[in-house]
Nanobody, 126 residues
């Protein structure tokens, strides 16, 4: 079992930056792929970024590529999402998730992620 807890959300002006953190419990986290998803009011939860178990392979949604960076520190059981050049359309609840089967190949579909955090709110004002 893996439990995930996000932090680092908040209110920021357009063009600003935030760094989200995802703290994981459980010794197996380091072998799982992990990802960030987000959900805006009235919209489906959507993929943002994913990273393989070692941190050597990453994948991004087109809307955030070049602005967001996903990373992880397995020694600390932590995952991160650095968000730069934020836009009002980035406003959403951000969730981290872990995929037990996708260790070496980060996947984009929600269906693959068995473990989810409770989410952290990110609000970008114009």
């Amino acid at each position: 079992q893996v439990q995930l807890v996000e932090s680092g959300g908040g209110l920021v002006q357009a063009g600003g930056s935030l760094r989200l953190s995802c703290e994981a419990s459980g010794r197996t986290f380091s072998t799982y792929a992990m990802a960030w998803f987000r959900q805006a009011p009235g919209k489906e939860r959507e993929f943002v970024a994913a990273i393989n178990w070692s941190g050597g392979t990453t994948s991004y949604a087109g809307s955030v590529k070049g602005r967001f960076t996903i990373s992880r520190d397995n020694a600390k059981n932590m995952g991160y999402l650095q968000m730069n050049s934020l836009k009002p359309e980035d406003t959403a609840v951000y969730y981290c998730a872990a995929d037990p089967q996708g260790g070496n190949a980060p996947r984009r579909g929600r269906i693959w992620y068995d473990y989810w955090g409770q989410g952290t709110q990110v609000t970008v004002s114009s």
